[in-house]
């Protein structure tokens, strides 16, 4: 009885993984939470029944996976829209940093493409604000003059760095002589798969620029370390809260190094986008597009019972420059905290940051966390990985049938789970 229980569990939980991604993936609406978080839950099981297997091609299995949504166009989310949009505008010759799409509506009489991703974009009146590596990975996705091309050739890309970063982790992990098993985490979770993979969001280019940088500077190779870390720079602006800790480990002589890569090449990137015109422009678009739509919000949304309550709407402003502020100075702490920590514990403090400014952030986007998961990989925490499977949660938010409140319940149950794991993680002595 016992083995026919354990080979339900090895063999079961690949076949519930698929069956969630495919509906997650080409069925199942935005606006359909119930089923929605039925099938994530179901994908979760899956995956809770891989990590008791003892599988030998856990590669092969998470390729399967990703590959059964190439086709797919994302349900969960349309950011995918103004990623072809931007691509298309640089097709043109024109900048995307310097024109909102309203400003550009002749374009959607020039032909069926321009027209057909003119009338599904839903941020006509925002500028982009997507980064150099981004825009020329749009610009290559645009190039089929297809929606649906455009889709693939995107997933491609983005199936072709999330390879990329498993080998990486793998290697880093065979580094620090840490169990190989815990790439299963990040390989084969349901959260993973279907927000790269399935939404096209682009952490996993970030991702792979980040972590291969943090192995180069682990090896003393602070210079290529440096060019690394300026494209996950250059892939998404947040890899710059994560310098002052590389830097105050790096110690002076290896700090010279490493910005000798990191700024040239950060300038270079940015040069045809930005110019004297348009820097403050993106500047000011990057905060508003981050502070207005407030998403799976943790501590941030106390201001809206705070502002109502005491300060009335002039309390808005002051209370995101007060968590923005607090944000800082707690990165600069555990930076300084983490500064004599040996290679393997500064993952720690990489991750406590990130999730820091994550906890103090106006919008949290499930793509979001998938960053301190794969940080996690390397350290004892555990927060993420339960972060992981409670993110899905925040997908209420587009169910208008769900009453405001049972949402905000929804909210402050994922948050009160993940701070009691992240209380009991940092309750845990840290080995230097």
């Given at each position: 009885?016992?083995?026919?229980?354990?080979?339900?569990?090895?063999?079961?939980?690949?076949?519930?993984?698929?069956?969630?991604?495919?509906?997650?993936?080409?069925?199942?609406?935005?606006?359909?939470?119930?089923?929605?978080?039925?099938?994530?839950?179901?994908?979760?099981?899956?995956?809770?029944?891989?990590?008791?297997?003892?599988?030998?091609?856990?590669?092969?299995?998470?390729?399967?996976?990703?590959?059964?949504?190439?086709?797919?166009?994302?349900?969960?989310?349309?950011?995918?829209?103004?990623?072809?949009?931007?691509?298309?505008?640089?097709?043109?010759?024109?900048?995307?940093?310097?024109?909102?799409?309203?400003?550009?509506?002749?374009?959607?009489?020039?032909?069926?493409?321009?027209?057909?991703?003119?009338?599904?974009?839903?941020?006509?009146?925002?500028?982009?604000?997507?980064?150099?590596?981004?825009?020329?990975?749009?610009?290559?996705?645009?190039?089929?003059?297809?929606?649906?091309?455009?889709?693939?050739?995107?997933?491609?890309?983005?199936?072709?760095?999330?390879?990329?970063?498993?080998?990486?982790?793998?290697?880093?992990?065979?580094?620090?002589?840490?169990?190989?098993?815990?790439?299963?985490?990040?390989?084969?979770?349901?959260?993973?798969?279907?927000?790269?993979?399935?939404?096209?969001?682009?952490?996993?280019?970030?991702?792979?620029?980040?972590?291969?940088?943090?192995?180069s500077l682990s090896k003393m190779q602070d210079l290529k370390g440096g060019l690394l870390?300026?494209?996950?720079?250059?892939?998404?602006?947040?890899?710059?809260?994560?310098?002052?800790?590389?830097?105050?480990?790096?110690?002076?002589?290896?700090?010279?190094?490493?910005?000798?890569?990191?700024?040239?090449?950060?300038?270079?990137?940015?040069?045809?986008?930005?110019?004297?015109?348009?820097?403050?422009?993106?500047?000011?678009?990057?905060?508003?597009?981050?502070?207005?739509?407030?998403?799976?919000?943790?501590?941030?949304?106390?201001?809206?019972?705070?502002?109502?309550?005491?300060?009335?709407?002039e309390g808005n402003q002051v209370y995101e420059q007060v968590l923005f502020l607090c944000?800082?100075?707690?990165?600069?702490?555990?930076?300084?905290?983490?500064?004599?920590?040996?290679?393997?514990?500064?993952?720690?403090?990489?991750?406590?940051?990130?999730?820091?400014?994550?906890?103090?952030?106006?919008?949290?986007?499930?793509?979001?966390?998938?960053?301190?998961?794969?940080?996690?990989?390397?350290?004892?925490?555990?927060?993420?990985?339960?972060?992981?499977?409670?993110?899905?949660?925040?997908?209420?938010?587009?169910?208008?049938?769900?009453?405001?409140?049972?949402?905000?319940?929804?909210?402050?149950?994922?948050?009160?789970?993940?701070?009691?794991?992240?209380?009991?993680?940092?309750?845990?002595?840290?080995?230097?």
């Open positions: 009885m016992l083995k026919t229980q354990n080979k339900h569990i090895k063999y079961g939980g690949v076949p519930l993984l698929l069956c969630s991604i495919l509906m997650l993936g080409y069925f199942l609406p935005q606006d359909n939470f119930p089923q929605q978080i039925g099938f994530f839950a179901i994908g979760c099981a899956g995956f809770w029944m891989c990590l008791k297997s003892d599988f030998s091609n856990i590669f092969l299995i998470g390729l399967l996976l990703r590959s059964a949504l190439i086709a797919s166009t994302p349900l969960l989310s349309d950011d995918y829209i103004r990623f072809l949009w931007d691509g298309y505008l640089t097709t043109e010759g024109i900048n995307p940093f310097n024109f909102k799409p309203s400003e550009l509506h002749f374009l959607a009489q020039e032909n069926d493409f321009a027209n057909s991703l003119f009338e599904h974009l839903t941020s006509k009146n925002s500028y982009s604000t997507y980064t150099p590596v981004n825009q020329w990975i749009f610009y290559f996705s645009a190039s089929t003059h297809s929606i649906l091309g455009g889709i693939i050739s995107l997933r491609i890309v983005l199936i072709g760095f999330e390879i990329a970063t498993y080998f990486v982790l793998k290697q880093i992990l065979q580094r620090y002589q840490i169990n190989e098993k815990k790439l299963i985490f990040y390989w084969l979770n349901p959260l993973v798969i279907l927000e790269l993979t399935g939404n096209l969001n682009t952490e996993g280019i970030f991702l792979f620029f980040l972590i291969t940088a943090l192995l870390l300026s494209l996950s720079f250059c892939s998404n602006i947040l890899s710059v809260i994560f310098l002052p800790l590389i830097l105050l480990k790096g110690g002076k002589y290896r700090c010279y190094k490493l910005l000798l890569g990191f700024l040239p090449l950060s300038i270079f990137a940015f040069f045809p986008f930005l110019d004297s015109n348009n820097l403050y422009g993106y500047y000011q678009n990057l905060i508003e597009s981050f502070q207005n739509d407030a998403f799976n919000a943790s501590l941030f949304t106390i201001k809206d019972w705070f502002n109502f309550q005491i300060l009335g709407f944000s800082i100075l707690m990165i600069l702490g555990i930076s300084w905290r983490f500064r004599y920590r040996n290679r393997k514990v500064l993952f720690i403090g990489i991750t406590l940051i990130i999730s820091t400014f994550f906890f103090l952030s106006p919008s949290v986007y499930p793509s979001y966390v998938i960053i301190p998961l794969t940080l996690s990989l390397f350290t004892r925490l555990t927060f993420p990985l339960i972060w992981s499977g409670l993110v899905f949660l925040s997908y209420s938010y587009y169910d208008n049938s769900i009453p405001t409140i049972l949402k905000s319940g929804l909210l402050f149950t994922e948050y009160i789970i993940v701070f009691v794991f992240l209380y009991r993680d940092l309750k845990s002595p840290i080995k230097k």
